[in-house]
């Protein structure tokens, strides 16, 4: 037993420098950038910043230095729904591939999402926000073009709150808003 113990632990000497220098470090997917202190100091001040960045008529520069202040760097964010197979479907990203990919939509559309319930869920420094949203195509439009949930969690470090991943889903027959989210938080 004891050479296979000196063993291991010869090739855990000899691999595990070549490791840790070959090891790519995780992947700031969002970009350094300094928050407003207001925007992140309180869960609705983080959740309103949220829904007013990504907000705005079509052509309307978006300010995305705030947005990624929001974001902890290698943040996700992500849609959930159904492929149309029916299965279940869920596409990941980074906050900046979630701006590379709305640019254009944002030029060409006014895109207006507004939180209209939430629950909150706290465990020490974690904090899950499950916050209902309906989308419209311009701010004083009637009807929503679209109502779903974004699963939002953040992280408290003590200083200031961070968006670790959003996950949204839209809303189906099969799927309502649940009963508690729909008044407005």
């Known amino acids: 037993m004891r050479p296979v113990l000196l063993a291991v632990a010869a090739v855990a000497l000899a691999v595990g420098p070549a490791l840790a220098q070959t ?3 995780a992947p700031a997917s969002t970009p ?4 407003r202190p207001g925007d992140v100091a309180s869960i609705d001040a983080i959740i309103a910043a949220l ?15 705030r947005f990624h202040g929001l974001f902890l760097p290698g943040a996700i964010m992500g849609g959930a729904g159904r492929a149309p ?14 701006v590379a990919r709305n640019t254009p939509h944002f030029q060409a559309n006014a895109f207006y999402e507004r939180e209209t ?3 909150v869920t706290r465990f020490g420094p974690l904090i899950q926000v499950l ?5 419209r195509t311009a701010r004083d439009a009637a009807e929503p073009v ?9 992280f408290d470090d003590g ?12 809303e189906t027959p099969e799927t309502p808003i649940p009963e508690d989210l729909r008044g407005r938080p």
């Open 23 to 25: 090891a790519p470090a």
């Open 32 to 35: 350094a950038a300094e928050a």
């Open 51 to 65: 829904y007013e960045v990504i907000s705005g008529e079509a052509g309307e520069a978006r300010d995305w230095a």
């Open 85 to 98: 197979d029916g299965g279940a479907r869920m596409r990941v990203s980074s906050a900046a591939d979630y």
């Open 117 to 119: 319930g939430r629950r």
């Open 131 to 135: 916050s209902a949203y309906e989308i």
């Open 146 to 154: 679209q109502r779903g949930v974004n699963a939002i969690t953040l």
């Open 159 to 170: 200083r200031r709150l961070w968006i670790t991943s959003i996950v949204w889903t839209g």
